[in-house]
């Protein structure tokens, strides 16, 4: 299995408040994205890095911002947590675009009350 | 833009036959095929090239139309273990976008 961890794997958190989830590899990819799932709407892209400080924004980037310092780490940070939020956090890397499959982590529910 | 599936859902009868679409407005470089476990998360079935390359590990067989920017999944004789949500992924500049999915039961 590729070594993707995601932290922390269960997290309520009330409105307004400000949630960081973390990724964390150890198979030095270059692409790193995050996704969230909602039923009816499947992956939907928010973020994703590819490298060390080079970040981009996905479909659904509104109220999410991410750094990435290290190869190894690719955090996404809700600045203030609304209950449109909740959801479930997929993080996933891939060694290049294209022909190279993507790996994703154990996922992160989050609910925002 | 995210791309689109069809059908929504299906129920099969083990051994019975399924196809699961996939389409794009934007042209498509590659198309991945991931399934999902219920409470787990995505996992790779098999990439698709330009140029007709495939790469898979598992029994399951697809098609990619670069003209059409469609792909097809094709699953045959259906087992239990093929139940689960499947996505198709595609790459579009940087970054990868899947579909809504396509939810498959089998029922013994």
């Known amino acids: 299995d590729a070594g993707i961890t995601q932290s922390p794997r269960h997290k309520v958190t009330e409105t307004g408040t400000p949630v960081t989830l973390r990724c964390h590899q150890t198979?030095?990819?270059?692409?790193m994205y995050w996704y969230r799932q909602d039923p009816g709407h499947g992956l939907r892209l928010i973020h994703y890095?590819?490298?060390?400080?080079?970040?981009d924004k996905g479909e659904v980037s509104d109220g999410y911002s991410v750094s990435r310092s290290k190869t190894e780490d690719f955090l996404l940070t809700l600045e203030s947590a609304t209950s449109s939020q909740t959801s479930v956090y997929f993080c996933?890397?891939?060694?290049?675009?294209?022909?190279?499959?993507?790996?994703f982590g154990q996922g992160t529910r989050l609910t925002v009350v | 833009q995210q791309p689109v599936q069809s059908p929504q859902a299906v129920i099969l009868r083990e051994g019975e036959d399924a196809v699961i679409n996939c389409s794009s407005s934007k042209a498509l470089y590659s198309v991945h095929w991931y399934r999902q476990k219920h409470g787990e998360a995505p996992v790779f079935l098999m990439i698709l090239l330009k140029g007709g390359e495939q790469k898979g590990h598992e029994k399951i067989s697809a098609s990619f139309n670069e003209k059409k920017q469609q792909s097809s999944l094709y699953l045959t004789a259906s087992q239990l273990s093929y139940s689960g949500t499947y996505f198709c992924?595609?790459?579009?500049?940087?970054?990868?976008?899947f579909g809504a999915g396509t939810r498959l039961t089998v029922k013994p």
């Open positions: 890095s590819y490298g060390v400080k080079d970040t």
């Open positions: 992924g595609t790459e579009q500049d940087d970054d990868m976008r």
């Open positions: 996933a890397i891939s060694e290049r675009q294209g022909n190279f499959e993507a790996f």
């Open positions: 198979e030095n990819h270059r692409y």
